[in-house]
């Protein structure tokens, strides 16, 4: 089975609503990070985490490695927030990343 | 200063062509991937080099692709014989070490006819 799974797959929002994306882990996932691929195709690093929370202007993100599951935060969305949003987990010092399948988020005026 | 590049950025080739995409990973970073992206399969790691030693070979990629890493500052892939299938995008990616940030470059969209 899926290894990092993510949800929803797609969502539409309103600009200037809220969301949650989610990621579940069926592996020991030590770090966690999450991209954004905007239309063009370009993955941008938005965080790297540990266990634990980090900001960054509009977007919260949070990791819990004993329930296995990280999510992300998107607040007031703007039309530049669309794009597929991808986690992946590191298992131990691996160093590699498992992906999940993303979630196509679109921001509609 | 300069991220992740990699050329080309697109590529049509016949079926049974050979063809070799390049990476520049960022400056001073040891781990490289390769990856490669499709709307079914979604993000597939290729290869995965640390301090330009081969630690992920691809697994079912094995037999047509090939990576190289001859200096910590070039890595190509080398597809051949290229098949319709392989039509997708592929990433480079490169990161400080084992546990940071990975960084992506903009990607080489293939063709295969």
């Known amino acids: 089975g899926d290894k990092v799974k993510q949800s929803p797959s797609a969502l539409s929002l309103q600009e200037g609503t809220n969301s949650a994306l989610r990621c579940n882990f069926s592996?020991?996932?030590?770090?966690v990070q999450w991209f954004l691929q905007n239309p063009r195709g370009s993955l941008m690093n938005l965080f790297y985490?540990?266990?634990g929370t980090k900001e960054n202007g509009r977007l919260k993100s949070a990791f819990d490695s004993k329930e296995s599951y990280s999510t992300l935060h998107i607040r007031d969305a703007q039309l530049e927030d669309s794009g597929t949003y991808f986690c992946a987990a590191e298992n131990y010092n691996q160093g590699k990343l498992i992906f999940g399948q993303g979630t196509k988020l679109s921001i509609k005026p | 200063d300069a991220g992740v590049t990699q050329t080309p950025r697109h590529e049509v080739a016949e079926k049974g062509q050979t063809i070799i995409l390049k990476c520049e990973p960022v400056?001073?970073?040891?781990?490289l991937f390769w990856y490669r992206q499709t709307k079914i399969q979604g993000l597939e790691l290729l290869s995965y080099f640390r301090s330009k030693s081969l630690m992920e070979d691809g697994g079912a990629f094995k037999d047509r692709f090939k990576a190289e890493m001859l200096n910590s500052s070039f890595s190509t892939l080398k597809i051949q014989p290229t098949e319709p299938k392989d039509s997708a995008v592929y990433l480079c990616a490169s990161t400080l070490g084992s546990q940071d940030t990975q960084y992506f470059g903009p990607g080489t969209r293939l063709l295969v006819l």
């Open positions: 592996i020991a996932a030590t770090t």
């Open positions: 985490l540990v266990p």
């Open positions: 400056s001073g970073h040891n781990d």
